[in-house]
């Protein structure tokens, strides 16, 4: 069986923003900031945000932009400063700035904080909004009481890298004697487990159970999480690692004998954790140490996802990067964009593993997409493109770029200091 892109995403990814998805296929006003901030467009916002007056809204607006380009402290310092107002005037926006104040506190490991904004959040806001977050609430209480992840480095990364059966990168990692196949993934939001390799390094469950979703199966399975003291990477140990714990059985790919048992997934807060990540094509996973690309562009963040902007047919559009994605992805947004062209894409049905097992349905393929990432660029070939919303994470952007998307270059690199990807031609 050939599996199209693995999703094994956490909570964070599974979850739209809460007026995104109803922006599909929508014109709207260039000096609306609120359709900015609902439809990813970092250049708008920015632009928008030189001619706007000092005052609550603009710290608004500033927090939201500063928590896309990752800028955490200067995010939170501007929302918690704009929220007080916002609570009594603007409700919608007071709760998108609770989302990134809590999106912010996980990324920075600062549980406690998370939970409380979650807390408020659920407590003070509208029952769709409260939906929209319960997943990622539920995860950020389980961790409450757990210490902020830290890095210690006794030499550079340098690990050898290998494809398994459904197309993703990974590498051997060795905790306490115990080696397994770890995939290599930035479209997870926190690291996974499956309950046999916990119970083989010993892993005694946080209190609690919660749930995690995939992002393009739109299914969520019940979990517990975990933490690892310490877990090598090369050189480095990172410390106090989250890891989320699912069943076996939603974290194989596939039924019978071809399918594919996931044991663990390196996520986002440990990749971020290693500062700046580069992936060659000669088969290795390198950090602390720094690299330079050929072409470089500016790296943002939907929650815990990374996000990159491409020029495809003269317009530039934000698309997901997932490592752990055999194959790009693109969205029912995209197609609401380009659907005058979809008369010559073939249709067919495809099928989708990812956390909580695997899904089919009808798209469309796109033969050719034509993408360029700063001065370099790259052909896509037979490109999935989803015509109808998925209430998934896929919604909210352009696509999910997975390893067809890199394929090409020599290497490529996510520098989570600079905040910018690179790829060497």
Known sequence: MQFRNLKIVGVLAMIALVSGCSAVGRRVPVDDPDAEVRDFRIGDLTATLRFMTPGVERDYFSGMLASRSARTEESLLLLTRALPELRKTQPQRAALALKAVAEAYV?????????????????????????????????ARLLRDVSAQTVDWAGPVRLPTSRNPIGSLGSTITIDGVSEQWLLDTGANQSVVSQSYARRLGLVPLNGVASVGSGLTGRSSPLQAAVIPRLPVGGAAVRNVIVLILDDANLRIGTGPEAYQIHAVLGYPVLKGLGQITFTRDGEFLAGQTREGTATVPMFMRGLTPVIECEVEGQRLPFTLDTGASSSDFSVRYYERFAQAATHWSRRTAESGGAGGTVTRDVFSQPAV????????????????????????????????????????????????????????
């Not at 700063?374 to 994470?393: C, E, F, I, K």
């Not at 999910?400 to 890199?406: E, I, K, P, R, S």
């Not at 520098?415 to 990807?421: A, G, I, Q, S, Y």
């Open 370 to 425: 034509n993408m360029k990432i700063g001065d370099a660029s790259v052909v896509l070939r037979n490109v999935q493109v989803v015509p109808t919303r998925m209430n998934a994470g896929l919604d909210v952007l352009f696509g999910n770029l997975g390893q067809d998307f890199v394929d090409g270059f020599t290497s490529f690199t996510l520098d989570f200091v600079n905040m910018t990807f690179s790829v060497e031609i």
């Open 107 to 139: 990324a920075s490991y600062r549980y406690r904080e998370a939970a409380q904004a979650y807390d408020d959040l659920e407590q003070h806001f509208a029952e769709d909004l409260r939906r929209d977050v319960a997943s990622d609430a539920a995860v």
